[in-house]
T-cell receptor
Framework: AQKVTQAQTEISVVEKEDVTLDCVYE???????LFWYKQPPSGELVFLIRRNSFDEQNEISGRYSWNFQKSTSSFNFTITASQVVDSAVYFCALSEANEGTYKYIFGTGTRLKVLA | EAGVTQSPTHLIKTRGQQATLRCSPISGHTSVYWYQQALGLGLQFLLWYDEGEERNRGNFPPRFSGRQFPNYSSELNVNALELEDSALYLCASSLKTGKTVAFFGQGTRLTVV
């Protein structure tokens, strides 16, 4: 069965600290997609990144970076030099490539609080 | 290009009433998803529509229903409202399920009193 686990319910850091949000997934498929979304207090989920199962290259986008490791079924998200505006709930999600069946599974989210 | 839009933003209903929530997907998107996010909780999958058909539903009672119109917009109906139905209801759309990114609307906050 598919499953996404975000074991960290809430993390608090002081501004400018680096923080890593963990995501562990389970799937029996060989082809799948992984996503990270950010949910600020306004409520709307904002798409951050998509990764497919064949691309294990780590990605960096500004202060954000993602570490995808199939060997450990993890897709972790790091924010470097965190800022107060990064405070939000972050969701990791898994999707299979098969069309015809619903396949967006979300983790329970990690609430990140960045303190000034 | 307009994103996913949901209406109304807020909705207050009395227990036992019916609520109707609306969602307009991004232009060109045929799949629409509905999620319930109760306060402090994660996203619970409600329904998935594609090409006008209900393709899948989550573990919710039948009083949660919806439909997708020919223009791919969607409605979520919740009958016989209960206090526990109070939540943020999020709609998302995508080109095709799985492969593509699902983009979300700002949500409808439903309060049942």
């Amino acid at each position: 069965a598919q499953k996404v686990t975000q074991a960290q319910t809430e993390i608090s850091v002081v501004e400018k600290e680096d923080v890593t949000l963990d995501c562990v997934y389970e799937t029996r498929d060989t082809t799948y997609y992984l996503f990270w979304y950010k949910q600020p207090p306004s409520g709307e989920l904002v798409f951050l990144i998509r990764r497919n199962s064949f691309d294990e290259q780590n990605e960096i986008s500004g202060r954000y970076s993602w570490n995808f490791q199939k060997s450990t079924s993890s897709f972790n998200f790091t924010i470097t030099a965190s800022q107060v505006v990064d405070s939000a709930v972050y969701f990791c999600a898994l999707s299979e490539a098969n069309e015809g069946t619903y396949k967006y599974i979300f983790g329970t989210g990690t609430r990140l609080k960045v303190l000034a | 290009e307009a994103g996913v839009t949901q209406s109304p933003t807020h909705l207050i209903k009395t227990r036992g009433q019916q609520a109707t929530l609306r969602c307009s997907p991004i232009s060109g998107h045929t799949s629409v998803y509905w999620y319930q996010q109760a306060l402090g909780l994660g996203l619970q999958f409600l329904l998935w529509y594609d090409e006008g058909e209900e393709r899948n539903r989550g573990n919710f009672p039948p009083r949660f229903s919806g439909r997708q119109f020919p223009n791919y917009s969607s409605e979520l109906n919740v009958n016989a409202l209960e206090l526990e139905d109070s939540a943020l209801y999020l709609c998302a759309s995508s080109l095709k399920t799985g492969k593509t990114v699902a983009f979300f609307g700002q949500g409808t906050r439903l309060t049942v009193v």
